[in-house]
């Protein structure tokens, strides 16, 4: 199973706005269990989907003032990102296929 890259405010601009593959953020918390019930099925997605997508996630209690900045207003929350710019969000939990068929239909 992948490993999905930690970001915090100091490297997210620069990593998210790369032109290379699109990157979906998981904006999580280690408090969250439906983020602790999500994070096995966005890691199997992470593998799957490798060399079509990128995935990174965000410990918001570790980088409040990035989710501030972004408004993510609970958590678990996904962001897909092409070169930096918002391309859809998914709050809450969803299945792997939901999931993959929300992300495939914004590529």
């Not at 966005?42 to 990174?56: H, I």
């Not at 962001?79 to 929300?102: D, F, H, N, P």
């Amino acid at each position: 199973m992948a490993e999905l890259t930690a970001l915090t405010l100091e490297d997210f601009d620069a990593t998210v706005a790369s032109p290379d593959d699109p990157i979906v953020v998981d904006f999580w918390a280690p408090w969250c269990g439906s983020c602790r019930l999500l994070m096995p099925t966005v890691t199997t997605l992470a593998t799957e989907l490798d060399g079509e997508l990128r995935f990174a996630k965000v410990d918001v209690d570790a980088s409040p003032e990035l989710a501030e900045r972004l408004g993510v207003m609970s958590v678990p929350t996904l962001v897909l990102y092409k070169s930096g710019v918002e391309v859809t969000r998914i709050a809450g939990v969803k299945g792997k296929a939901a999931l993959l068929q929300i992300l495939r239909s914004h590529l």
